[in-house]
């Protein structure tokens, strides 16, 4: 019997939370893994040893509570119990599958031998099955594997989304990003407004002192930009020498604000280029989501049609679409 009290309290290490201790701040650096069995030996004892092996892990008794820690926490990976009461872990895997288009692996723990239980893991989306009982060794060994072929996709979906130059959002997934943020704000009631930005006379710039000099331009303009966007702002390279935000919760008038901002921030210090010192502006249009049945292409062509306007008045300047004088 001691043996077995051994095997059940195990010493945790730090780094190991429960759903019963949410509050254990998680280290970014470490790879976050759900641990959900409803055999508490199991959980203590996979918990321990993926804690010495330098994860954080979060422990679900039942598959409920790992859907509801796994919206919570977004682990790297989720280790479950095929066999559990309630949502058993076929039915976790489809859920967190279901839930966004890059999932977190998930590995199945279970007492199944056949191959007919195998299978069906794997088809719920499993990336790997784990045979009870298992070794540590063994068992870290998957992680390790599922967590470097993550990686790897995690990459990816990184450049896929990314502008290689600036580093902002490409445009196509600018596109997704407006198409969600207007279906949120539509379905809220929510404020939102779309700034394009053009640089002006960029072509000059190009034919004076090259290509390079122009991506450099580019890169400086993104990184301005940037720095003064909020963390909830989505911005991007809409094309050439074009950007867009979207600003969430944001009307007309902040939007206009935030984007004189914008334009002083490119105008207000010249950009350097090795030695040379350059005047970079940029056109601003804004149109802010207050027609309601504004549709994501007519938010964008807005911004567009100001932009258009800001150029023609001079360019260096913001403007505000308005449908009363200017309709799409
Ligand atoms: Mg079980």
């Not at 009290?5 to 939370?17: D, H, I, Q, S, Y």
């Not at 991506?215 to 867009?244: H, K, N, P, Q, T």
């Not at 944001?250 to 206009?256: C, L, N, R």
């Not at 800001?310 to 200017?326: D, F, I, M, P, Q």
């Amino acid at each position: 019997m001691r043996g077995i009290e051994e095997t059940a309290v195990p010493p945790f290490k730090r780094g190991v939370l429960t759903a019963d201790t949410p509050s254990v701040a998680h280290d970014d650096q470490r790879p976050l893994v759900l641990l959900a069995d409803d055999d508490g030996v199991t959980r203590a004892m996979v918990g321990a040893w993926l804690g010495r092996s330098g994860y954080d892990v979060i422990a679900a008794k039942d598959g409920q509570e790992a859907l509801e820690l796994a919206k919570a926490h977004e682990p790297d990976l989720l280790l479950v119990d095929v066999t559990m009461p309630g949502v058993d872990g076929y039915e976790v895997c489809r859920s967190i599958q279901d839930a966004s288009a890059v999932a977190p692996p998930v590995i199945f723990l279970t007492a199944h031998t056949n191959t007919t239980a195998r299978v069906a893991g794997l088809d719920a989306g499993a990336v790997d099955y784990m045979v009870k009982p298992f070794e540590e060794a063994e068992l870290v060994a998957r992680v390790r594997a599922a967590l470097r072929t993550k990686a790897v996709r995690d990459d990816f979906v990184e450049k896929a989304s990314v502008d290689g130059l600036t580093g902002l959002l490409n445009r196509r997934e600018l596109d997704a990003r407006c198409d969600a943020a207007v279906a949120l704000a539509l379905r809220h009631g929510r404020t939102l407004s779309c700034v394009l930005l053009d640089l002006d006379h960029f072509k000059s710039i190009n034919d004076r002192f090259g290509h390079a000099a122009g991506d450099a331009v580019l890169r400086e303009a993104a990184r301005r930009i940037r720095s003064c966007s909020r963390a909830s702002d989505i911005v991007g390279r809409y094309g050439g020498e074009e950007f867009m935000l979207l600003l969430p919760e944001t009307d007309a008038t902040a939007a206009a604000a935030a984007a004189e901002k914008l334009r002083l921030v490119l105008s207000g210090t010249p950009f350097e280029l090795a030695g040379i010192e350059l005047d970079v502006t940029g056109s601003v249009g804004v149109a802010a989501w207050d027609e309601p049945m504004m549709a994501t292409e007519s938010l964008v062509a807005a911004a567009d049609e100001a932009l258009y306007q800001a150029k023609a008045l001079g360019r260096n300047r913001v403007e505000l679409y308005s449908a009363r004088t200017s309709p799409v």
